[in-house]
T-cell receptor
Framework: AQKITQTQPGMFVQEKEAVTLDCTYD???????LFWYKQPSSGEMIFLIY??????QNATEGRYSLNFQKARKSANLVISASQLGDSAMYFC????????????FGAGTRLFVKA | ETGVTQTPRHLVMGMTNKKSLKCEQH?????MYWYKQSAKKPLELMFV???????ENNSVPSRFSPECPNSSHLFLHLHTLQPEDSALYLC????????????????FGPGTRLLVL
């Protein structure tokens, strides 16, 4: 069965410091995609970054990078130089072919950035 | 207007009311989704429309009725809801190729916060 686990319900980080949000996944399918979304208090889920299971390099998008460790089945999000506007819920998600493609979401991690 | 829009943003309804949530995507995508987000629960996929055909219905109660008149619009018709249906309802869209690919990204709207009294 496919599953996404985010073990940190909440995280605090000082402004301008880096923070790592953990995500582990479980699937027996060799082909899958991993996503991170940000959800501010306004509610909209904002796509941040994507990593494919066959990608050789870790994905990066501006201040976001994905630490992809395939053997450990982990896809941690690293946010560098945190800003106050980074305070939000962060969701890790995985897309797999279950006989029709489905995206599975984790429970999320709430990030608080302190001034 | 760009992206995915949802109306209304907030809705309060009684258990006997009938209301509809509307979603519109301006991204040229061919698949649209309804998700339910309750407090302390992971995002739950409710319905999927791919090329305007409903391809998934995750055991959603019949008091929720989806409608997809074209690839840009998606509705969720609500009737005789229960208080436990109070949640954030999110619409999303993606561009799906025939056969599918794992890298297709879903783009979300701002959601409708629903309160059932």
């Amino acid at each position: 069965a496919q599953k996404i686990t985010q073990t940190q319900p909440g995280m605090f980080v000082q402004e301008k410091e880096a923070v790592t949000l953990d995500c582990t996944y479980d699937t027996s399918d060799p082909s899958y995609g991993l996503f991170w979304y940000k959800q501010p208090s306004s509610g909209e889920m904002i796509f941040l970054i994507y990593q494919g299971s066959y990608d050789q390099q870790n994905a990066t998008e501006g201040r976001y990078s994905l630490n992809f460790q395939k053997a450990r089945k982990s896809a941690n999000l690293v946010i560098s130089a945190s800003q106050l506007g980074d305070s939000a819920m962060y969701f890790c998600a995985m897309r797999v072919d279950t006989g029709g493609f489905k995206t599975i979401f984790g429970a999320g991690t709430r990030l608080f950035v302190k001034a | 207007e760009t992206g995915v829009t949802q109306t209304p943003r907030h809705l309060v309804m009684g258990m006997t009311n009938k209301k509809s949530l509307k979603c519109e995507q301006h991204l040229g995508h061919n698949a649209m989704y309804w998700y339910k987000q309750s407090a302390k629960k992971p995002l739950e996929l409710m319905f999927v429309y791919n090329f305007k055909e409903q391809t998934e219905n995750n055991s959603v109660p019949s008091r929720f009725s989806p409608e997809c008149p074209n690839s840009s619009h998606l509705f969720l018709h609500l009737h005789t809801l229960q208080p436990e249906d109070s949640a954030l309802y999110l619409c999303a869209s993606s561009q799906e190729l025939a056969g599918g690919r794992v890298q297709e990204t879903q783009y979300f709207g701002p959601g409708t916060r629903l309160l059932v009294l």
